[in-house]
Nanobody, 120 residues
Framework: VQLQASGGGLAQAGESLRLSCTAS????????MGWYRQYPGKERELVAM??????KYAESVKGRFTIFRDIDEHTVLLRMDDLKPEDTAVYFC????????????????WGQGTLVTVSS
């Protein structure tokens, strides 16, 4: 299974960016898909997660970021509005509880990081 993330880049404060991530491989189902971010020298922190329609957001992004998920296409999008300089980080796509075809076990996967830089 691979998670391919795209989007991100450079934005000014108040602008918007979008992140997209698609999981590929012999996937039967995925319980959760979402996004984490990591600041230099810090651990990854949850930004937004969609668990079969149940949404969870970090307090710092509530009202500004929106997560969308296409369960059938194994895709998750993050719309980031009203960006702030403190949103500058490397963002990682995450898929939890991935069940593969012909297997019963569940696995978790990370995508590659994509840098979001917000200037003031």
């Amino acid at each position: 299974v691979q998670l391919q993330a795209s989007g991100g880049g450079l934005a000014q404060a108040g602008e918007s960016l979008r992140l997209s991530c698609t999981a590929s491989g012999k996937i039967w189902k995925i319980n959760s898909m979402g996004w984490y971010r990591q600041y230099p020298g810090k651990e990854r922190e949850l930004v937004a997660m969609n668990t079969n329609g149940d949404l969870k957001y970090a307090e710092s992004v509530k009202g500004r970021f929106t997560i969308f998920r296409d369960i059938d296409e194994h895709t998750v999008l993050l719309r980031m509005d009203d960006l702030k300089p403190e949103d500058t980080a490397v963002y990682f796509c995450r898929a939890d509880g991935v069940t593969l075809l012909y297997y019963q076990a569940e696995y978790d996967y990370w995508g590659q990081g994509t840098l979001v830089t917000v200037s003031s």
